[in-house]
């Protein structure tokens, strides 16, 4: 079972999102809140498998609230997916640094929604591929990417790297596996050793790290 907690400061928009996770039969609305301080307190509560996030709330935004989910030790299981519209564009480079394992425009239809939770719940992949993509390209080229100091890729081997790049490209583990050649179970290893030679927690932040490094540019990601 999924479980599931939902923090958004529009009413509807939360009755809502609790009704549809209510209608999948692997899944459960653990609590719904309207300000970020009150999610990261019903996570440390609850502790739900995915967290759906607003950006904009009262007090503590959705980038802080995330922060601090994924800063405490305790709620390591737990993936957060930003909400967003497009309007707030601008903030999903940050939500990905801040350790969301991907994002949803709000106009998503229900049914994609439920199949992204149990995307992120499985930690398989980032959601929305092409727009993920296209944003992350974006705000890499935008971004004044810091040294990676400790998180370089010196103890990277080659094959990692590849794997890396993949991921980067928004690959699930099966079409890294098919590309490569290799079995799907050998990926999981790569990927898994990657998160921990990297010192991150998913994929969202692997893809973060593949820009950064310049291990993959977007004049590459266009190509």
């Not at 940050?94 to 969301?100: I, Q």
């Not at 092409?130 to 971004?143: D, G, H, K, S, Y």
């Not at 993949?166 to 890294?176: H, K, P, Q």
């Not at 590309?179 to 050998?186: I, P, R, S």
């Amino acid at each position: 079972m999924i479980r599931v907690a939902i923090a958004d400061d529009q009413p509807l928009l939360r009755a809502t999102l609790t009704m549809l996770v209510g209608t999948a039969d692997d899944m459960l609305a653990v609590g719904e809140t309207a300000t970020g301080a009150q999610v990261v307190e019903l996570a440390v509560r609850t502790r739900p498998d995915v967290v759906l996030m607003d950006i904009r709330m009262p007090d503590v935004d959705g980038l802080e609230a995330t922060r601090r989910i994924r800063a405490d030790p305790s709620l390591s299981d737990v993936h957060v997916i930003i909400l967003t519209t497009f309007d707030l564009d601008e903030y999903v480079y940050a939500a990905l640094r801040a350790g969301a394992g991907g994002f949803l425009l709000k106009d998503i239809p229900p049914a994609d929604l439920l199949a992204a939770i149990r995307v992120v719940a499985s930690g398989e992949a980032l959601l929305a591929p092409t727009v993920t993509r296209r944003l992350i390209a974006e705000f890499t080229r935008a971004a004044a990417a810091a040294p990676l100091l400790a998180r370089d890729l010196a103890t990277v081997t080659g094959r990692e790297r590849e794997v890396l790049a993949l991921v980067a490209r928004g690959l699930t583990n099966s079409e890294i596996a098919a590309h490569l050649g290799l079995g799907v179970a050998t990926v999981k290893t790569h990927v898994r050793r990657l998160l921990s030679k990297l010192d991150v927690h998913d994929r969202a932040q692997l893809v973060i790290i593949a820009y950064e490094s310049g291990l993959v540019t977007a004049a590459k990601r266009s190509g």
